[in-house]
């Protein structure tokens, strides 16, 4: 069946370091693939997205890139900020018709220092 | 309006008592789900509604009673709930068919079952 790996975390880096999450995936058919970020106490907002593959998906300097080629979904972004410490999770879309499921990995912790 | 809105925000409820979780949205989402999450933990499917008619139960027990009153509204009845019941949960939902922005998640609702 369908599924997502995300590394795990706990991830720590210091203020400005370049960050790298690396989510992968296994699916049939062509799912959409999604970046949610929870912070402490909310619910999930919906980061980014790439509906098929090559999309990059990007929002407050983050970016992910959609790689059929090696099942990948890795989000990325040049220079982090305290403010971004939260929870962010990797998610696969089912088949929109008939209500899909949203097949999430695992979570990333992240925790961004001064 | 591009939100899900739930109410309430928390809920402290005893474990013989009968309460009621509701979520609503006006994007015109034919799609509506409920998802329970436990801390720092990815979000578990619970229902999907689909069209109003529910699709899919996630082998919930029966003291987890949805209803979808119409295509707008979700609700998320509880009834002899136990403390390992409390949790963050999670309404969203999403276009059923071509895609679109995807899922929106609610800001959810802390339970507590006591």
């Known amino acids: 069946g369908n599924s997502v790996t995300q590394m795990e975390g706990p991830v720590t880096l210091s203020e400005e370091a370049f960050l790298t999450i690396n989510c992968t995936y296994t699916a049939t058919g062509y799912p959409s693939l999604f970046w949610y970020v929870q912070y402490p106490g909310e619910g999930l907002q919906l980061l980014l997205k790439?509906?098929?593959?090559?999309d990059k998906g990007s929002n407050k300097g983050f970016e992910a890139t959609y790689r059929k080629e090696t099942t990948s979904f890795h989000l990325e972004k040049g220079s982090v900020q305290v403010s971004d410490s939260a929870v962010y999770f990797c998610?696969?879309?089912?088949?929109?018709?008939?209500?899909?499921?949203?097949?999430f990995g695992q979570g990333t912790e992240l925790s961004v220092k001064p | 309006d591009t939100e899900v809105t739930q109410t309430p925000k928390h809920l402290v409820m005893g474990m013989t008592n009968k309460k009621s979780l509701k979520c609503e949205q006006h994007?015109?989402?034919?799609?509506m789900y409920w998802y329970k999450q436990k801390a720092k933990k990815p979000p578990e499917l619970m229902f999907v509604?689909?069209?109003?008619?529910?699709?899919i139960n996630e082998s919930v027990p029966s003291r987890f009673s949805p209803e979808c009153p119409n295509s707008s509204l979700l609700n998320l009845h509880l009834h002899a709930l136990q403390p390992e019941d409390s949790a963050l949960y999670l309404c969203?939902?999403?276009?059923?068919?071509?895609?679109?922005?995807?899922?929106?998640f609610g800001s959810g609702t802390r339970l507590t079952v006591v």
């Open positions: 969203a939902s999403s276009p059923p068919v071509g895609g679109g922005p995807g899922y929106t």
């Open positions: 994007m015109g989402h034919r799609a």
């Open positions: 790439a509906t098929k593959a090559d």
């Open positions: 998610a696969l879309g089912g088949p929109y018709n008939q209500g899909g499921k949203l097949i």
């Open positions: 509604y689909s069209y109003e008619k529910l699709s």
